[in-house]
């Protein structure tokens, strides 16, 4: 059963600012991302202005380099991902993570009626083609496989491979399971979200103090956490929601899609356990695969992030 977190969330001056501040804004984040912070985030901060969305995101590595993306899920940033971002880097490779709206040190200031998952969809389409990624391999964790899934069903598919773990786009009739119905209730309804906390009830190991402030560094006021409440209802899970029709059309796509797909599940996660099984049998790019199960929780790049980066090294070697 979902643990019910009571604790209480800081109020803070740090705020996404639109017009003029912004720059101001960004200036003192990017300054900010070069300075000793109280968690490990070694990394550069850049900034790109998508669709009137001003979005964050990590570039490392050559830029003629074969390319890999990393796209988050909930309620995480681009900071899951600084244990595998530097071996991919050292083993020749460019890699770029965003932030999605509302994420992390992206911008937060958004409309509620405008985030929906076509919308999330076109801004990280057009994200790719502003950072001039040509065909990168995806790794995409929870949400990110969602958004990620959703792109490579497109007829402008802007990957060359797929590296998914721990999340899927839902099969049309699929039953949400239980444990996510009661994600979706607790996100919506709890008048607190300790996002730090949270990650640390979704992994086998148990994080430290300094790990769970890095997740929570960018949500500062409960006003910033809005799109990770609302991120669970965007799932088209019945015929009444009104994408569904769009998800009937992106699994007829990708149920011809060719294009190399590996999973990194776990065995210890209660919410998308067997998703792999639906992704291998369905999607025939999956086949001849060295597909694997880890042993963590949901956010298994806390719990193995060694290996998850072998995998996509040899990935990488495979088919970039």
Request: hydrophobic fraction near 40%.
């Amino acid at each position: 059963m979902f643990r019910i977190f009571m604790q209480k969330e800081e109020a803070s001056g740090f705020r996404c600012l639109t017009g003029a501040s912004w720059e101001i804004y960004s200036k003192e984040i990017s300054t900010l991302s070069k300075m000793s912070k109280p968690f490990q985030f070694p990394f550069e901060s850049h900034y790109l202005n998508v669709s009137g969305i001003r979005m964050h995101y990590i570039d490392e590595g050559d830029k003629k380099a074969p390319a890999i993306i990393f796209l988050h899920g909930v309620p995480t940033w681009s900071y899951t991902f600084r244990k595998i971002i530097p071996t991919c880097v050292k083993s020749g490779y460019r890699v770029v993570a965003p932030d999605l709206p509302g994420f992390g040190l992206s911008e937060k200031s958004i409309k509620k009626s405008v985030v929906t998952l076509s919308w999330l969809v076109n801004l990280v389409r057009e994200f790719v083609g502003h950072v001039k990624l040509d065909q990168p391999v995806l790794y995409a964790h929870d949400w990110g496989a969602v958004i990620g899934l959703m792109l490579a069903s497109q007829k402008d598919d802007p990957f060359s491979g797929l590296i998914l773990s721990n999340g899927l786009l839902p099969v049309p009739g699929m039953k949400a399971p239980f444990q996510f119905r009661i994600w979706r209730l607790f996100a919506r309804i709890s008048p607190f979200l300790p996002v730090g906390r949270i990650v640390d009830y979704g992994t086998r190991r148990r994080l430290s103090p300094m790990e769970r402030k890095g997740y929570e560094y960018p949500f500062h006021t409960t006003k910033e956490k809005m799109t990770i409440r609302l991120m669970p209802r965007l799932l088209p899970m019945g015929h009444q929601h009104p994408e569904f029709h769009r998800l009937k059309v992106a699994w007829s796509n990708l149920e011809q899609r060719e294009k190399p797909l590996l999973t990194l599940f776990s065995d210890g996660d209660p919410i998308t356990r067997g998703g792999e099984k639906v992704l291998q049998e369905r999607i025939p790019g999956s086949s001849h695969q060295d597909h694997i199960i880890l042993r963590g929780g949901h956010f298994l790049q806390e719990d193995v992030p060694e290996e998850i980066s072998r995998k996509i090294i040899g990935f990488m070697k495979k088919h970039a």
